[in-house]
């Protein structure tokens, strides 16, 4: 046979295949063919383990993250328990995380440190962390360039050394943005005495991820009981509560440019988006609230984005996408605390234009974290 037949008679068989291809595979094909950029996934340092346990060990009370978080997973959890297995999957990058990631598919995740950072601290010493937990990243993503972005903490009630330290980690390390988690010292971003912060995030251009932690001290009490104090319900009142206060305070009428991102499909913004419209022009008219520039469904499709993070309802993404708008929407899975698989399986099986997944799981992720 010359080479000529082969070739054709080759190309007709391949031809001949995909043909008969369901139109379920060929979709799947195409799906799996799409970039997966996941953003809000969470890592620790050996360094950070160790102060976080200082303050569990010494004053369990002091905070209700304790109890959620930083005692299950790294006071000697059960051997084969799931905190066994987040903390072990927390401080590893360069093992069992990118063996995850090729597993699911997932092409680069952009990391965050796990809560509560460094914001439990005393200024100083939260302020120190900070910079050996970005140098920490910084390095993780220098070995693997490809896989990794990041994005940096610092101690938001240490206002001019934050601000060094976000200018150092995106013109030095090249960190893609900001993650916050919540409230500082039960103080939260609307609160005057953070206003350094918001600017320097506005005019570096890069996001702060508002990330939930346990409700604060002033809040914390109802949450105590029944485990309410974490992802079940908590995290998202706390972190829900932190994005409505920096839009009803006027914090986007004086930063216009600044960008929020919020996890887990907008911590039930979205949901409540038209009566906090209803509510705050109720207010302004009848003085018991400062107007605001514009309502605060505008805000947030102005001035915030959506990550699906550890929240796998069509239903809500369906309202979210009304809400959000497409492009300020971007997929996450919430690694280690959720599954790479099932986050990219529900993204695929979702009700999505082609165009809408490749948003989703990438493009808008490059744009709103200039990741191109």
Request: glycine residues 6%; hydrophobic residues 45%.
């Amino acid at each position: 046979m010359d080479s000529d037949r082969r070739k054709f008679l080759t190309a007709t068989s391949a031809v001949l295949a995909v043909s008969t291809w369901s139109d379920a595979t060929r979709a799947q094909v195409g799906k799996a063919s799409v970039r997966k950029i996941a953003t809000e996934e969470a890592f620790a340092t050996p360094e950070l383990v160790a102060a976080w346990l200082d303050i569990a060990r010494s004053d369990p009370a002091a905070s209700l993250d304790i109890s959620t978080g930083i005692l299950s997973i790294f006071d000697n959890p059960r051997p084969g328990s799931n905190q066994d297995r987040f903390r072990r999957q927390l401080l590893d990058i360069d093992t069992e995380r990118l063996h995850d990631m090729d597993g699911a598919g997932v092409d680069m995740q952009l990391l965050s440190v796990t809560i509560p950072g460094v914001q439990i601290f005393e200024p100083a010493r939260a302020s120190a962390l900070a910079i050996t937990t970005n140098d920490h990243l910084a390095a993780a993503i220098a070995r693997h360039p490809t896989r990794f972005a990041g994005l940096a903490c610092f101690a938001p009630h240490d206002p001019v050394q934050a601000v060094r330290e976000m200018e150092r980690a995106v013109n030095v390390l090249g960190l893609k943005g900001f993650i916050v988690n919540s409230h500082t010292h039960d103080l939260y971003l609307d609160d005057p005495r953070f206003a350094p912060v918001l600017e320097a995030a506005e005019a570096l251009d890069r996001p702060i991820y508002l990330h939930p932690r346990a409700p604060s001290n002033g809040m914390a009490a109802p949450f105590r009981d029944y485990s309410m104090g974490g992802s079940i319900w908590g995290f998202g009142v706390e972190a829900g509560t932190h994005a409505v206060r920096m839009i009803l305070s006027g914090v986007f009428d004086r930063y216009p440019r600044l960008r929020i991102v919020l996890g887990h499909m907008g911590e039930a913004l979205p949901f409540w988006m038209w009566r906090l419209d209803h509510m705050a022009a109720r207010r302004a008219k009848d003085g018991r609230m400062k107007p605001l520039s514009l309502a605060p469904s505008d805000y947030f499709r102005r001035n915030f984005a959506v990550t699906t993070s550890g929240f796998e309802s069509p239903e809500v993404l369906d309202l979210v996408i009304k809400v959000a708008g497409i492009e300020n929407i971007m997929w996450a899975i919430d690694y280690p605390y959720e599954s790479s698989r099932d986050a990219a399986a529900f993204i695929d099986g979702a009700d999505l234009t082609g165009e809408q997944r490749a948003r989703i799981f990438y493009r808008n992720a490059e744009r709103h974290f200039h990741l191109i």
